[in-house]
């Protein structure tokens, strides 16, 4: 079956412009989660949801990063008036439950880059 | 908070070697444990996985046992192929929680 998709698989933005990033995750996945891999530096968690709630936030790096989930599909990842920093790849997970067992999978990731 | 130290690489070996990729964890309670790998132009995919001390996760000729005594995750392969060339993420989800937590990763390059 499908797996995870993310788009765009690439993007180029100057900086203070906004972007949107969209994952969809693996169908009848409750849970989805979004992290980010900068250069040279592991995975960081942002997000997760929960159907289309947000028990968990606490990865959000500022209030630039904002992301919704529509029921138990479709997520965006929005950075308002973004910075050099936020330069990275950004990837979508999801899971048929929530639960710390639970297997994550992957999408490829879109790849960010401001100017 | 729930951290992971993972052996730094890069690391190369020649084919038919055995592999160690060490882990070791920070966490509250009883984390589940996972190793994901990213094959070179792909996605992050599960290798394995434990969700309780003593577990021990296979996959593709690799393991890992899941020690809570000294709070290591090592990964292991007995006979290495060129096809194991990737990057290894060692994780961690703890108890009661649902995100992973990461190391740093280790490139693995394997040499004919």
């Known amino acids: 079956g499908a797996g995870v998709s993310q788009s765009p698989s690439n993007k180029v933005t100057e900086k203070g412009k906004d972007v949107e990033l969209r994952c969809d995750p693996i169908?009848?996945?409750?849970?989805l989660y979004w992290y980010r891999q900068r250069l040279g530096q592991g995975l960081e968690f942002l997000i997760y949801f929960q159907g289309n709630s947000a028990p968990d936030k606490s990865g959000l790096p500022s209030d630039r990063f904002s992301a919704e989930r529509t029921g138990e599909s479709v997520s965006t990842l929005t950075i308002q008036r973004t910075q050099q920093e936020d330069s990275a790849v950004y990837l979508c997970?999801?899971?048929?439950?929530?639960?710390?067992?639970?297997?994550?999978?992957f999408g490829p990731g879109t790849r960010l880059l401001v100017l | 908070g729930d951290s992971v130290t993972q052996m730094e690489g890069p690391v190369t070996l020649s084919e038919e070697a055995f592999l160690t990729i060490n882990c070791t964890y920070t966490?509250?309670?009883?984390?589940?444990l996972f190793w994901y790998v990213q094959y070179p132009g792909e996605g992050l995919q599960l290798l394995l996985k434990?969700?309780?001390?003593?577990d021990k996760g296979s996959n593709k000729g690799f393991e890992a046992t899941y020690r809570k005594e000294t709070t290591s995750f090592h990964l292991e392969k007995g006979s290495v192929q060129v096809s194991d060339s990737a990057v290894y993420f060692c994780?961690?989800?703890?108890?009661?929680?649902?995100?992973?937590?990461f190391g740093q990763g280790t490139r693995l390059t394997i040499n004919p």
């Open positions: 169908s009848g996945h409750t849970a």
């Open positions: 966490a509250t309670g009883y984390p589940s």
């Open positions: 434990a969700t309780k001390a003593d």
């Open positions: 997970a999801s899971s048929l439950n929530s639960g710390s067992w639970e297997t994550q999978y």
């Open positions: 994780a961690l989800s703890g108890q009661g929680a649902q995100k992973l937590v």
